[in-house]
């Protein structure tokens, strides 16, 4: 018994589990908005079949054609992205003519669109996968190799 405390007194011995490293991107960008009724009312026009085609228009009319090719090419960059890193990346998606887009591109400086912030401190400009690629494996690794040393010291 006394073999197992001096054991378990021993940091060096103990199992050590670490989260995985974490990006955070949020994206300030032109998305596509929707507008619902109440829950209720939803299923009375769903099942009298003009739900979808209110919803199928507001989709079609929410954006310029060049921005929905623009909001369809991040998405998927964004589905391509959690399948590289999984659930050690976290996205999200600000619309900037909200008011919390308004603010974040204030306190990021962000006066074009689509920006990407990256763990709330660097600012990519524009849709440029490479560029977002390499951003988000050097925060990934960056994070990654100080947990590392963390362990080993």
């Known amino acids: ?25 949020e994206i300030l960008a ?18 009298l079949g003009l739900g979808e085609r209110l919803h199928r228009e507001q ?19 964004v589905r391509h ?18 008011i919390e887009g308004l603010l974040k591109s204030i306190r990021h400086r962000a006066r074009r669109f689509p920006a990407f912030i990256i763990n709330g401190s660097d600012r990519i400009i524009g849709f440029d996968p490479s560029r977002l690629d390499a951003a988000l494996a050097q925060h990934l690794e960056a994070t990654e190799g100080g947990e590392n040393r963390a362990q080993h010291a």
Do not use: N
């Open 30 to 47: 032109y998305a596509p908005t929707e507008f619902y009724h109440c829950q209720h009312c939803e299923v009375v026009w769903g099942h």
């Open 1 to 25: 018994m006394a073999e197992l405390r001096a054991f378990m007194r021993d940091p060096s011995r103990r199992l050590r589990i670490l989260p995985a490293p974490v990006a955070r991107i």
């Open 81 to 98: 992205a959690f399948d590289r890193y999984q659930d050690r990346l976290t996205v999200k998606v600000i619309d900037a003519a909200s």
């Open 59 to 77: 989709r079609s009319s929410a954006l310029p054609e060049d921005l929905q090719t623009e909001y369809a090419a991040i998405s998927d960059w």
